[in-house]
């Protein structure tokens, strides 16, 4: 297959990738899927939001998306990192970490983002199952729990209202930093939210569940979960070395069906949607695109 020219190469196996692949696969393309296997929702034991799929496991998500992939030949998925894309006339040229070459009519990116977690002791081991980024992917789960939210962003505001749909007894702790005004103290008093300004310790808990917010001025604090705010990078650099701008707020610059402005690339899942970072919203991306790189194929073949 390194040989020949393929209709399209998809590189990120997450829920854009591997629809991308299914609809390109039952439109009898050409298609090569690349993936580290190093999925972004990897450290929660159930993904949610997905309807036939609520409360599944990322691991299990994939595996049945593969088994729906293989029904169409046409279409093979390869367990390798990408080293370097480049676009050499009309033509994608993919290099993997193994030295082979690809080429491609056209390039589904969906690569998807990467969580930059604050540095405080504790949280790793307490990321993906009790302590979350997402209220609409976890919050059920929360429900009328003891909860802490830690924010260290400037976007706290409206993080917290979400966060009190699911939950009243709420507190918040924003690690040393002054995030509130008088009158937004005053708001979070009459709603029963305590706030912890100074800055954390550590975070105690028990096989991934948290117990206790330890602060550096030695108050604690117990509480059951949480949410924090994590700093959102895009996980490669490819989209960018292939021209694609980069917004001010972190996100790729895309149009309808995650075109771009380099011809016959397309960017597909949370690189372009970094906002509403749910399976079902990403997976519809990754179909979109697919839909807009067969209409070109099929308009240049034709």
Same mark, same amino acid.
């Given at each position: 297959? &390194?040989?020949?020219?393929l209709d399209c190469v998809i590189i990120g196996g997450g829920p854009a990738g591997l629809n991308a692949a299914l609809v390109l696969g039952r439109a009898r393309k050409k298609v090569l899927l690349f $993936? $580290?296997? *190093?999925?972004?929702?990897?450290?929660?034991?159930?993904? =949610?939001?997905?309807?036939? %799929?609520?409360?599944?496991?990322?691991?299990?998500? %994939?595996?049945?998306?593969?088994?729906?992939?293989?029904?169409?030949?046409?279409?093979?998925?390869?367990?390798?990192?990408?080293?370097?894309?480049?676009?050499?006339? =009309? @033509?994608?040229?993919?290099?993997? &970490?193994?030295? *082979? =070459? /690809?080429?491609? %009519?056209?390039?589904? @990116? #969906?690569?998807?983002?990467? $969580?930059? @977690?604050?540095?405080?002791?504790?949280i790793q081991a307490l990321y993906g199952t009790s302590l979350f980024s997402c209220p609409f992917c976890d919050g059920w789960e929360l429900r009328d729990k003891k909860l802490v939210v830690i924010s260290?962003?400037?976007?706290?505001?409206? /993080?917290?209202? @979400?966060?009190?749909?699911?939950? *009243?007894?709420?507190?918040?702790?924003?690690n040393g930093k002054q995030l509130f005004d008088k009158e937004e103290k005053e708001t979070l008093a009459k709603k029963g939210i305590q706030l912890y300004e100074q800055e954390i310790g550590k975070l105690?808990?028990?096989?991934? /569940?948290?117990?206790?917010?330890?602060?550096?001025?030695?108050? &604690?604090?117990?509480?059951?979960?949480?949410?924090?705010?994590?700093?959102?990078?895009? +996980?490669?650099?490819?989209?960018?070395?292939?021209?694609?701008?980069?917004?001010?707020?972190? *996100?790729?610059?895309? !149009?309808?069906?995650?075109?771009?402005?380099?011809?016959?690339?397309?960017? +597909?899942?949370?690189? +372009?949607?970094?906002?509403? #970072?749910?399976?079902?919203? !990403? #997976?519809?991306?990754?179909?979109?695109?697919?839909? +807009?790189?067969? !209409?070109?194929?099929?308009?240049?073949?034709?």
């Amino acid at each position: 297959m &390194e040989k020949a020219v393929l209709d399209c190469v998809i590189i990120g196996g997450g829920p854009a990738g591997l629809n991308a692949a299914l609809v390109l696969g039952r439109a009898r393309k050409k298609v090569l899927l690349f $993936d $580290d296997n *190093q999925p972004r929702n990897a450290v929660v034991q159930e993904s =949610h939001g997905f309807i036939t %799929r609520d409360g599944i496991s990322p691991k299990e998500f %994939r595996s049945i998306a593969k088994t729906d992939i293989s029904k169409y030949p046409s279409v093979q998925l390869r367990e390798v990192r990408i080293k370097k894309v480049m676009k050499e006339n =009309h @033509l994608f040229v993919v290099e993997t &970490e193994e030295g *082979q =070459h /690809y080429h491609s %009519r056209k390039l589904i @990116l #969906a690569t998807g983002l990467k $969580d930059r @977690l604050p540095t405080i002791d504790g949280i790793q081991a307490l990321y993906g199952t009790s302590l979350f980024s997402c209220p609409f992917c976890d919050g059920w789960e929360l429900r009328d729990k003891k909860l802490v939210v830690i924010s260290e962003s400037d976007h706290i505001h409206h /993080y917290i209202k @979400l966060i009190y749909n699911w939950s *009243q007894d709420v507190v918040v702790c924003t690690n040393g930093k002054q995030l509130f005004d008088k009158e937004e103290k005053e708001t979070l008093a009459k709603k029963g939210i305590q706030l912890y300004e100074q800055e954390i310790g550590k975070l105690v808990g028990d096989n991934g /569940y948290l117990e206790k917010v330890i602060f550096k001025n030695g108050v &604690e604090i117990n509480r059951e979960g949480g949410f924090v705010t994590t700093d959102l990078v895009q +996980a490669t650099n490819i989209a960018e070395k292939l021209g694609v701008p980069l917004m001010s707020d972190g *996100q790729l610059e895309v !149009a309808d069906f995650g075109r771009t402005n380099v011809e016959g690339l397309f960017i +597909a899942g949370d690189s +372009a949607n970094m906002f509403s #970072a749910q399976l079902i919203i !990403a #997976a519809s991306t990754g179909s979109k695109s697919a839909l +807009a790189v067969v !209409a070109e194929l099929v308009n240049e073949d034709f």
